[in-house]
């Protein structure tokens, strides 16, 4: 049994995750409790509960320990005076004063004696291995101290989060507490020179961006130190900005590394309905998110308010995310949206993302391209335009080239009749993709003169791709995504673990 003593319940510090999680919610809630200078109780029989005595020793905690025996660990760690032991079996009263416990016996019963006294007063307990008897669990660990990262399955899979701390010590380097320290001795400072949560933060970022992280690196501490105090001094008042950003087809995975960069950055986040929920869920959680989505049809948000709203949080000092679906510049209103900025003289940055052309395909088992099917490859919109010009059917027809159409579910009996009156053949493939990328993604083939009745009768709803084309013949063979049991496709992280 190891017991953990902090100041008071009310001093517990709340812990927010740095990202949403989606899906059902977790099942616990993140906390660290401080407990500096606070007793700890621990116990156990023989060798019990020395892996949780060492994780509050390494931590400078000081422990009581309550057992009928005394493993030689225990026993040094009293010599150096960094516990108390206590030989007695366990008893209720050992706990009283204590907000935290662990259970570490090898004896059932008397872990479960443990469990009952410690519930009854209201006590934090952890069970070793016996999660019905947890009210806390312990996390894997990696400490950087100050930086301090915990990360828990809710006692459903120990190994694995193993496994993830061992990914990330590898990936987090050593100089991070050092870093903390520094700029945890400036906050005050900051605070003075630097009015406002969002230019603050601006500032600490232009920190993280700059040779100062290198110099600690280094061990230079003293020149790190200098070139804060410099940074500081000639402080710049907040800019605004807009990163205009394509969030792919719905997949989280396919998002690029800058974009995710951005969107961690942003102060706003402007979106639209096209952007995938667990991809919003990789939003900094305290940033604001306005969504400005725009369905066939039924527009909510105006374009020219969105350009609007754009230019007036940027200069307002806002560092603006524009997160699209699918890639900015392909059929995205990036372009217009940018034209907006310009005079002002507002900075942006644009970020590429994998159009839906590509992502829904390629999840969809089919090729745009093929040396022995389509030689070339159209990507269009189905939307008319305002002045109601066709486009090029002829064009849109041509044999050996796969036709992509975005948008297209309003109007796909227009778009079947008049590539059959173009001369595309009736029985050439096609394919209708719902949802492309993401868990839910539906797919559905069949031939052009069937392409609208395929629509209907499988009530197929935005977002959709159309793709028409003689490479969609081999779809059912290429096909890997969801349901191809013996390809283990929705297996990415375990994989790379």
């Not at 029989?45 to 994780?55: E, F, P, T, V």
């Not at 719905?250 to 096209?274: C, F, I, R, S, W």
Request: glycine share 8%; aromatic share 6%; with cysteine.
């Amino acid at each position: 049994m190891i017991e953990v003593s902090t100041l008071t319940k009310s001093k517990c510090c709340l812990c927010q995750s740095a990202v949403r999680t989606a899906g059902a919610p977790s099942a616990v809630f993140a906390y660290f409790c401080p407990i500096e200078k606070s007793p700890c109780v621990a116990g156990g029989r023989w060798s019990c509960g020395i892996a949780q005595g060492r994780y509050f020793t390494q931590s400078g905690r000081r422990l009581t320990v309550v057992a009928t025996y005394f493993a030689d660990e225990f026993i040094e760690w009293q010599q150096q005076g960094k516990a108390t032991l206590i030989e007695s079996r366990f008893e209720a009263h050992h706990i009283d004063g204590h907000v935290l416990v662990v259970a570490a016996t090898d004896d059932d019963a008397v872990n479960q004696s443990v469990f009952e006294a410690a519930d009854l007063r209201n006590i934090l307990v952890n069970t070793v291995d016996d999660q019905p008897n947890c009210s806390f669990i312990f996390p894997a660990i990696i400490d950087r101290s100050p930086i301090l990262i915990a990360i828990s399955s809710a006692g459903t899979a120990p190994v694995l989060a193993r496994r993830l701390r061992e990914k990330l010590e590898a990936i987090l380097p050593a100089h991070l507490g050092p870093l903390a320290q520094l700029v945890g001795a400036f906050r005050d400072k900051v605070k003075q020179k630097i009015d406002g949560f969002a230019g603050r933060r601006q500032f600490w970022e232009r920190v993280f961006d700059s040779s100062i992280v290198r110099e600690v690196q280094a061990n230079r501490l003293d020149v790190a130190q200098q070139q804060l105090e410099d940074l500081l001094e000639r402080e710049i008042p907040t800019q605004g900005e807009v990163y205009l950003v394509g969030s792919g087809p719905g997949d989280p995975e396919l998002l690029t590394l800058k974009a995710l960069q951005l969107m961690q950055q942003a102060d706003v986040v402007v979106y639209d309905y096209l952007v995938s929920e667990p991809i919003l869920q990789l939003v900094r959680r305290d940033a604001e998110l306005v969504c400005v989505g725009k369905k066939a049809g039924a527009h909510s948000v105006a374009q020219e308010e969105t350009n609007n709203l754009l230019v007036s949080l940027a200069l307002s000092g806002k560092k603006v995310c524009r997160l699209k679906g699918g890639d900015p510049f392909i059929f995205g209103r990036g372009a217009e949206e940018i034209e907006v900025l310009l005079p002002h003289g507002i900075p942006f940055q644009v970020v590429p993302g994998i159009t839906a052309a590509a992502g829904c395909a390629a999840y969809a088992g089919i090729a745009l391209t093929h040396r022995d099917y389509a030689q070339a490859v159209q990507f269009v919109t189905g939307h008319c335009r305002k002045d109601g010009v066709e486009p090029d059917w002829q064009s849109l027809s041509r044999p050996n080239q796969t036709l992509v159409i975005y948008m297209g579910l309003m109007k796909v009996e227009h778009i079947q009749q008049q590539l059959l009156a173009a001369g595309r053949a009736a029985t050439i493939p096609v394919a209708v993709i719902e949802n492309g990328t993401r868990a839910d993604q539906r797919v559905f083939t069949g031939k052009l003169s069937e392409l609208a009745s395929l629509v209907a009768q499988h009530q197929v709803q935005s977002p959709a791709l159309l793709i028409i084309g003689e490479v969609v013949a081999l779809q059912q063979k290429l096909n890997w995504f969801g349901d191809r049991p013996d390809q283990q496709a929705q297996q990415p992280l375990t994989n790379r673990i």
